[in-house]
């Protein structure tokens, strides 16, 4: 934060304190507890105990130290009902520090969007397909009626022969 | 006891979420809420003589496997692939998040649950597509969120592959 006055410095550290309840864990390179602080209760994180693998009691951790790289970001990580953080976990020479800041605000504003967008995309998959069963049963209407189309002037060219046959037969009779 | 990390892995709408709440609340529900982030469950699995915890990270489903945040694949041990049979894109959009996934993490277990077996009269997945998956190797399940059928197969088979590897 270069350039600024420490009031607005003091201000900017008490507002991400208020918004995003800060917590964080310190740990060695395979993960072991060395210091935790902040609202780690608020994230569900309780019974922590010190030198234990934090892998074990903080399920998004497994898999994930030794950090690979500088640092890993996994945004909106649900640490318990309701309650989602964005987890920064980043090493240093003493250790790897894995801090948590709340988005459950943020998270919930992106589902909103999302299951609208989501929402509206099944309803035209939803119409495809019914588009489609129509399109198909079009067809097969169209495909009855050329058959029937076809069985009817057949029939007709049979009546109009059988009418030319009585009409014969009749004009026979009369001449005779 | 043998902790594994798992990945339910799909496009949105699939029913990875569904799947998750099957397999360890044994609950349904026909209302679909998107995942957003990733939310993580646990159910312990017997495989033989032994005990493993999955560890269950539901992620938030992606149109595109360029969209898959990598980060959250870190440390899995295997995943779970999941299309939704009326969807034939589903399909292909798993088979692009197999090769993302391989590329990230290499080849790890994995099966592929063809989702919504209550609905197989509305399906556009074909018989043969999943053939000739099988015939490549691949394990591929017919699961129902809805009905449970599958469910435990599947989680238990994939249990199997990571207690094998």
Not at chain 2, 126 to 150: C, D, H, N, P
Request: hydrophobic share 40%; glycine share 6%.
């Amino acid at each position: 934060m270069r350039d600024l006055p420490v009031p607005i410095r003091d201000f900017i550290l008490s507002l991400t304190d208020e918004m995003l309840s800060p917590a964080y864990l310190f740990v060695t390179e395979n993960g072991r507890l060395l210091e935790r602080g902040g609202d780690l209760e608020s994230y569900g994180l309780k019974d922590l105990a010190d030198d234990v693998d934090v892998s074990e009691s903080v399920p998004f951790l497994l898999g994930v130290l030794p950090l690979e790289g500088k640092s890993l970001f996994l945004p909106h990580v649900q640490t318990k009902p309701e309650v989602f953080a964005d987890v920064y976990v980043f090493g240093r020479e003493q250790g790897t520090w894995i801090l948590l800041l709340d988005s459950t605000f943020e998270t919930a504003r992106q589902q909103v969007m999302q299951q609208k967008l989501y929402d509206s995309r099944l309803k035209v998959n939803e119409l495809e397909r019914e588009g489609s069963a129509l399109y198909e049963a079009n067809a097969v209407l169209e495909q009855l009626v050329t058959e029937r189309t076809a069985e009817m002037a057949q029939i007709i060219m049979q009546l109009r022969r059988q009418i030319a046959e009585i009409e014969r037969a009749r004009k026979v009779r009369q001449e005779s | 006891m043998i902790q594994k990390k798992v990945c339910m892995l799909g496009t949105f709408a699939v029913g990875k979420t569904s799947l998750v709440r099957r397999f360890v609340e044994s609950i349904y529900s026909d209302k679909y809420h998107t995942t957003v982030g990733v939310k993580i469950d646990k159910k312990v699995v017997q495989v033989d003589a032994s005990e493993i915890m999955l560890m269950l990270w539901d992620i938030e489903g992606t149109d595109t496997e360029h969209e898959l945040r990598t980060s959250y694949l870190r440390g899995a041990s295997g995943y779970l692939l999941v299309a939704d049979g009326t969807r034939q894109d589903t399909l292909y959009k798993a088979l692009a998040l197999q090769t993302k996934v391989t590329e990230h993490l290499g080849t790890i277990p994995f099966l592929l649950l063809i989702n919504k077996a209550d609905l197989t009269d509305q399906w556009s997945i074909r018989e043969r597509e999943m053939t000739a998956l099988r015939e490549k190797g691949w394990e591929v399940i017919q699961t129902s969120a809805k009905t449970g059928f599958g469910v435990e197969d599947a989680f238990h088979s994939l249990a199997k592959k990571l207690a094998e590897a």
